[in-house]
């Protein structure tokens, strides 16, 4: 007998109820958390045609093959349903106004933050919030169309970096095979969406390789200026779909990417990690995340400075543990 997570019951118990559903995800938004957000949208459009369900947030124009995102009026609905996907903390939801809403379920693969409904599936295990997406389709009456599946598998493989993470699990495999099996999409034929790229992306992945700065004790990273970013005709997500890249630099334990967002006057930093924890040194600067991925948003450029000092004091109390 199959033993189904009761967690997964109350959320599906919860979609069957509400005939108005707004499903969010955080800011500055990865593939994961796009295509979460649209293939719930989509099934239970699919599985409830009669039930109004909005996707939310700032588009993103390179992620426009996942399907288009929906504007609402907040203030028309009817005692909606909040769905948070993919976001641990509340200022972090992108394109919603939690008072507008009588119920929320947050549905994550982060570590806890905050608390924000009365229904919370967090899944530290999961690779992906596709992952978790996937399974409560699965595991309820949840219809899989093609699309949604397609989204499904490629937010998967594109927060496990092809399964490449530490986060994949045996657990991660069955779900995706249950996935392809049920719905028998051509999954060869998606890679192109996540993995190809023009010439100018290539040139600035070399010009990034060859203007990473390597501490003795192990920690990466590389300053990317807005000259920088017109010179090679890249935007500044480009070096955030990158990171990923260089996981396997011997020397490297830790390493981040700084970009500046000039209309916004924000610093971004995309942080990444083979070994020491950085989610407790992000968190210390505003940010957050994974232990092993994280990032920071500020518009204080001293606490670049103080966040890569500390980041380098981590991997040096991290090679310790290696010496030994």
């Known amino acids: 007998m199959v033993v189904i997570n009761p967690i997964i019951k109350q959320i599906y118990k919860k979609i069957k109820k509400y005939d108005e559903i707004v499903i969010a995800r955080h800011v500055g938004p990865d593939p994961d958390a796009v295509a979460s957000q649209i293939a ?35 203030e028309t609905l009817h005692s909606p349903l909040l769905i948070a996907l993919d976001v641990p903390n509340l200022h972090r939801i992108d394109g919603v106004d939690l008072t507008f809403y009588k119920e929320i379920v947050k549905i994550d693969h982060h570590p806890f933050e905050d608390k924000m409904g009365t229904v919370e599936w967090i899944d530290t295990n999961a690779s992906s919030t596709c992952q978790l997406i996937a399974e409560l389709i699965l595991k309820t009456k949840l219809e899989l169309p093609k699309r949604v599946a397609e989204n499904l598998f490629l937010g998967i493989v594109s927060d496990s970096d092809r399964f490449l993470l530490s986060y994949t ?63 090679y005709n890249v935007d500044t997500a480009t070096a955030s779909n990158m990171i990923n890249d260089f996981n396997f630099i011997k020397e490297v334990h830790a390493w ?65 543990t290696l010496d030994i």
């Open 40 to 74: 719930l949208r989509d099934c239970i459009e699919q599985t409830f045609p009669n039930k109004k369900v909005y996707a939310v947030g700032k588009a993103v124009s390179r992620f426009k093959y996942f399907g288009s995102l929906d504007k609402v009026e907040e």
């Open 169 to 231: 699990t045996i657990h991660t495999f069955k779900i995706v095979t249950e996935l392809l099996e049920k719905s028998n999409i051509n999954f060869q034929e998606l890679y192109p969406y996540l993995y190809e790229r023009p010439l100018c992306e290539i040139k600035f992945h070399g010009y990034l390789s060859q203007h990473l700065t390597v501490s003795e004790n192990g920690f990466a990273y590389v300053k990317i200026t807005p000259d920088v970013i017109k010179k």
């Open 256 to 320: 981040a990417f700084i970009t500046c967002d000039e209309n916004n006057q924000l610093y971004k930093v995309n942080i990444r990690s083979r070994g020491p924890i950085i989610n407790e040194v992000a968190a210390k600067y505003g940010g957050g995340g994974h232990k092993f991925a994280s990032g920071v948003r500020t518009k204080s450029e001293k606490d670049i400075d103080k966040l890569l000092t500390d980041l380098d004091k981590v991997c040096f109390e991290y090679k310790k």
